[in-house]
């Protein structure tokens, strides 16, 4: 298994910032994902991050709005780049425990509202 | 696309009450099946899954099992205890394996 923490647990942003969300992982993974819930909605995937090469972005997400990095294999950060209301919402990092078998291990979630 | 759909909650229910959260999907071929948990103040973990048609995932008294004729994975507990309080949430693997696709989530509370 693996222990996923997230900082920050929850913020409020003023419209037009930017925030990083950073996710550190006890242990190496070979996939980590970002993920984003917003109320009332399902959990939705955001981009997957791989060590070495660039986010694979999902359709509706672009590098310019949520720019990834995946130094190592234990770590990623996600930003969330000029906020608006519509970005409050609930991003999750999740790290795969065996590659493409669908079992994930999640964070706590990063609350974000942005006013 | 690929999809899921559980029930709209919030279920309320009393303890050792009988519990089933409907999960149905639409997607290509037969994929992989998984209901994931979060309890209060965690992370969504993994409770069971299936991998194939008329597969059975069980684990801490929770079981759901794959049909294909229907298309559904419902969650099932023979009585709930107040320790199962959570949101539940029904999810299926893409035909690439590379990505979760998860419903909407359905919120559970059981009073004593």
């Known amino acids: 298994s693996a222990v996923i923490s997230q900082k920050p647990s929850r913020d409020i942003c003023q419209r037009g910032t930017s925030l990083t969300i950073q996710c550190q992982v006890d242990?190496?993974?070979?996939?980590m994902f970002w993920y984003r819930q917003q109320p009332g909605q399902s959990l939705t995937l955001i981009a997957t991050?791989?060590?070495?090469?660039?986010?694979?972005?999902e359709s509706g997400f672009v590098i310019d709005k949520f720019p990834i990095s995946r130094p190592n294999l234990t770590f990623s950060t996600l930003t969330v780049s000029n906020m608006s209301p519509e970005d409050s919402s609930i991003y999750l990092c999740s790290a795969d425990g065996v590659t493409n078998t669908g079992e994930l291990f999640f964070g706590e979630g990063s609350r974000l509202t942005v006013l | 696309g690929d999809s899921v759909t559980q029930m709209e909650g919030p279920v309320t229910l009393s303890e050792e009450a009988f519990l089933t959260i409907n999960c149905t999907y639409t997607?290509?071929?037969?994929?992989?099946l998984f209901w994931y948990v979060q309890y209060p103040g965690e992370g969504l973990q993994l409770l069971l899954k299936a991998t194939k048609a008329d597969d059975k995932g069980s684990n801490k008294g929770f079981e759901a099992t794959y049909r294909k004729e229907t298309t559904s994975f419902h969650l099932e507990k023979g009585s709930v205890q107040v320790s199962d309080s959570a949101v539940y949430f029904c999810a299926l693997l893409n035909q690439a394996g590379t990505a979760l696709i998860f419903g909407k989530g359905t919120t559970l509370s059981v009073s004593s």
């Open positions: 991050a791989n060590q070495g090469s660039e986010a694979t972005y």
């Open positions: 242990s190496q993974v070979t996939m």
């Open positions: 997607a290509t071929g037969y994929p992989s």
